[in-house]
């Protein structure tokens, strides 16, 4: 008990110091996330909130050297240079086009597929295709192609 008196009150601030250190880092660890999600979603043709409060759809962007400005249009024909940091959020993805993370799924399905092509295990839809017609011919050999008089 005289050890509490003592020392209780030194342990409960290194408590708190160690809570507020740990809850720093985990806070600034989700802020880099979601720069690293906005960066890899601001790409041509995506829609995006600026800090003013204008909406606009990106034309260039330059994740690599934020110091350049983004060109921004805000209206049809009217395109504005913005500081990259102006860009709040990506408010609708840009359509049709391929972003890192889908690129990186994409190769990592590919890579996947063609493996259990090559195993066996997948055949590839080609290969259904031409089983299925084969077995629709040998299943009805009336329906033959043979020429008729």
Do not use: C
Request: overall charge negative; hydrophobic content about 40%.
């Amino acid at each position: 008990m005289e050890f509490l008196s003592n020392y209780g009150l030194i342990i409960l601030l290194v408590v708190l110091l160690g809570f507020m250190f740990w809850s720093s880092r985990r806070r600034t660890q989700k802020q880099k996330i979601e720069q690293e999600k906005k960066a890899r979603e601001t790409v041509p043709g995506a829609e995006v909130l600026m800090q003013g409060g204008l909406y606009g759809t990106i034309v260039s962007f330059d994740p690599d050297n934020l110091d350049r400005p983004a060109v921004v249009e805000i209206a049809p024909g009217v395109e504005i240079k913005v500081h990259s940091q102006a860009i709040l959020r990506v408010v609708d993805p840009a359509e049709g086009i391929v972003t890192e993370d889908e690129f990186i799924e994409a190769e990592a399905n590919e890579a996947g597929y063609v493996a259990g092509v090559a195993s066996g295990s997948i055949s590839s839809i080609s290969d259904d295709h031409a089983r299925a017609v084969e077995a629709e011919h040998t299943a009805d050999p009336d329906t033959d192609t043979k020429p008729t008089a």
